[in-house]
Every structure is written in C-alpha cells, then in structure tokens.
C-alpha cells in the first residue's frame, strides 16, 4: 500500500520521466513466503511495442509484460498462497494514454509450493485449457 495515495504501480517522477512499478512474476521463495521482484520501467518503454519484448527484470532476467502480444502490466502483488500469487494487472491492449490509467485485469500465476499429486494437476491443466473464456 502506498502511502501518499498514489495508485499502485506509480512513481513521483515527473511526467517526462515517468516510472512505473511492475513486479516481476518469478518468485523468490524462502520457506512458506514469496517475494517478487520490483522493477522501474519508464513508461514510455512499456507502451513502445517495440520494447515490450525487451523489458526483462533486473534481477532474475525474465520478461515483465506478460501474455500473447505482452499485453499484462504487473503492478501490484494481491496475495499469494500454497498454489501461487496472484497480481493485478493493466491491460495495454486495451484503454488509452498513461500506462496506469488503463483497464485492470487480475493475473493468477501457479506455482505451487509443494509438489502436486496428479488428480490436481490434471485439473490445473484442465483450467489452464479453459483460460481463453476468463
């Protein structure tokens, strides 16, 4: 939470210079808690598509838009429990302007801390299928 009311994701910076918050989604995990990574990425890097590719976390590498078309903006980590984290997310494709004033998603990333017996990972694929419809 931030405390001089700004919206999540959000930096001072002036508009020229505007940085945005986006978590990375590989957790640090360290016994039962996960940690994200947070990155500073201009704004004007995220919405060049032509960068989007190139925006990878500072610490682990791995790529910060996310979905086909790297569409998902992780801005804020929501919680996240034995199955995974869950973020929310600003949706590139669609609204217009400032990255933070376009239209939220919910993202659920599973990474489950223990091993998953195969009946529940059946239906982790069966939901993963159906992920289109949501």
């Known amino acids: 939470m931030n405390n001089n009311n700004q919206a999540p994701g959000s930096s001072q910076s002036s508009s020229v210079s505007q940085t945005v918050s986006i978590y990375c989604t590989r957790p640090r ?13 201009l704004e004007a890097d995220i919405l060049d598509k032509s960068k989007r590719r190139q925006l990878v976390c500072a610490t682990c590498g791995m790529p910060l838009i996310l979905g086909e078309g790297k569409r998902y903006v992780p801005i804020e980590q929501l919680g996240s429990g034995g199955f995974g ?27 489950p801390m223990h091993s998953l017996p195969p009946k529940l990972l059946e239906r982790c694929k069966s939901y993963l299928k159906e992920k289109p419809l949501l």
Not at 31 to 41: A, L
Request: hydrophobic share 40%; glycine share 8%.
């Open 29 to 41: 995990v360290q016994g039962e808690n996960i940690y994200p990574h947070v990155n500073q990425i």
């Open 85 to 111: 984290v869950t973020f929310t997310a600003v949706d590139l494709n669609l609204g217009a302007g400032s990255v933070l004033n376009r239209p939220r998603r919910v993202v659920k990333q599973l990474c």
